[in-house]
């Protein structure tokens, strides 16, 4: 599987857009960027996935670089519950991911 | 549409007890899969399942057992609960091609003491 890499935390003003960085530079050719959310106590929760083209859907935004090694989600207005932890996946199947350390949002009033 | 559903939400073993969490998906996924997710960190893969018959170790198997008899049920087996698998334990499922979602039930906390 690909490594990935985000910063382990961010901030973001309440009704601004969050954009939240992952590196995977060594993705390959048949892997897909997903991105979920966890909040507290809640088990993790689909937000978006991609191949090579940029995918929109109600919750988020992922952008992903032309050479795919990077990719953003983005939260077009956040709301104080997106305050999460945010984990970019890079796999082809999805049944025995594996979740790194991800990104702790705080969306802040 | 039941999804992912687990059983028990909440459970308190003493050392050496065992025990068994079930976990059972109605979407007809092949992929099932157990998770622990100790206090303020990530999640962590015990199990996984890519079929009935079928199972595998994750990153921290140890402690453990599995089964998959059927599509529907993948229980998690604690032979001698040790207090260090005090943790909130996840189980997932999902389809097994590629660019698909995997879906979570609400966790079962164990406490063992």
């Known amino acids: 599987d690909a490594k990935t890499t985000q910063p382990p935390s961010m901030d973001c003003a309440e009704g601004r857009a969050a954009n939240l960085p992952c590196n995977h530079s060594?993705?390959?050719?048949?892997?897909?960027v997903y991105w979920y959310r966890q909040i507290h106590p809640q088990g993790p929760q689909y937000i978006i996935h991609g191949l090579k083209n940029n995918e929109t859907n109600e919750m988020a935004s992922l952008i992903i670089t032309e050479d795919r090694k990077s990719s953003t989600l983005i939260l077009p207005h956040a709301t104080l519950r997106d305050t999460a932890v945010y984990y970019c996946?890079?796999?082809?199947?999805?049944?025995?991911?594996?979740f790194g350390a991800g990104t702790r949002l705080t969306v802040k009033p | 549409n039941a999804g992912v559903t687990q059983t028990p939400k909440f459970q308190v073993l003493k050392t050496g007890q065992s025990m068994t969490l079930q976990c059972a998906q109605d979407m007809n996924h092949e992929y099932m899969s157990w998770y622990r997710q100790d206090p303020g960190m990530g999640l962590r893969l015990i199990h996984y399942s890519v079929g009935a018959g079928i199972t595998d170790q994750g990153e921290v198997p140890n402690g453990y057992n599995v089964s998959r008899s059927t599509t529907e049920d993948f229980p998690l087996r604690l032979l001698s609960a040790a207090p260090s698998q005090t943790s909130v334990y996840f189980c997932a499922s999902s389809f097994s091609t590629a660019g698909n979602t995997i879906y979570f039930g609400e966790g079962s906390w164990l406490t063992v003491v």
């Open positions: 060594t993705i390959s050719g048949n892997e897909y």
């Open positions: 996946i890079v796999r082809v199947e999805v049944g025995d991911m594996r």
